[in-house]
Every structure is written in C-alpha cells, then in structure tokens.
C-alpha cells in the first residue's frame, strides 16, 4: 500500500484545515488508517484512527473534540479535519495503514502501523 497525504499548511490559532490522504493498492475498505505527527524534536505520537468499519474512531486526548477523522471507501481517502487549532499542534501529520493484528484503541503507537506515507506540515501560527 502507498499512501500520499495532502492539505498542510500554515494556518493562524484558531483556524481549520483538512488533511486528506489517498491509499493505492491493497484492499482500503479491509482494514484501518491512523493519522499521527511528529514535532520537531519530538518523538512520533499518535492522533486519531478510524476502523474498516467507518464508525469505530479513537482520538488522542490532546486532540479531542477538536478533530475527526473520517474515511471515503469508494475514493479510497481518509482525512482529517482539524478545527480551533493551537500551535502546539504544528508538526508533521502522517498517514498509515494499521497492522491487521493491532486492537484499535487511543494508545497506538509506531509499533501498530504496517506503512507509512510521507509527511504533510501544518504549522500554526499564534
């Protein structure tokens, strides 16, 4: 599976942007995608994930109530959209393919992901 995300950028607190990543190859509506992002100096943390089933979705306390993540099985695409940003939450987001085997859960980590796409960076401004 090769996965692309989009729609970074730089955006003042208090906005919202949308993050987009498109999966080629591979069954997309057979398993589960995870957004995660990593700060300069920082170590990769998790952010949200979204189950084959659509409807099972875990988020991060940091990121809660603030961001959704959904999934668009006939384009395969997963998004995230991300409202009344902080600039804490500058980094660089990552989609990912979940492991078949992980448990879905608000604790993931990088141990629970099969691959990676490249980064996109959002970066709020204050």
């Known amino acids: 599976v090769q996965l692309q995300a989009s729609g970074g950028g730089l955006v003042q607190a208090g906005g919202s942007l949308r993050l987009s990543c498109a999966a080629y190859g591979g069954a997309f509506s057979t398993y589960g995608m995870a957004w995660f992002r990593q700060a300069p100096g920082n170590e990769r943390e998790f952010v949200a994930c979204?189950?084959?089933?659509?409807?099972?979705?875990y988020y991060a306390d940091s990121v809660k109530g603030r961001f959704t993540v959904s999934r668009d099985d006939a384009k395969n695409m997963v998004y995230l959209q991300m409202n009344s940003l902080k600039p804490g939450d500058t980094a660089d987001y990552y989609c990912a393919k979940i492991l078949d085997r992980a448990t879905m859960s608000s604790s993931f980590s990088v141990d629970d992901i099969e691959s990676w796409g490249k980064g996109t960076l959002v970066t709020v401004s204050s």
């Open positions: 979204i189950h084959r089933n659509g409807w099972t979705k």
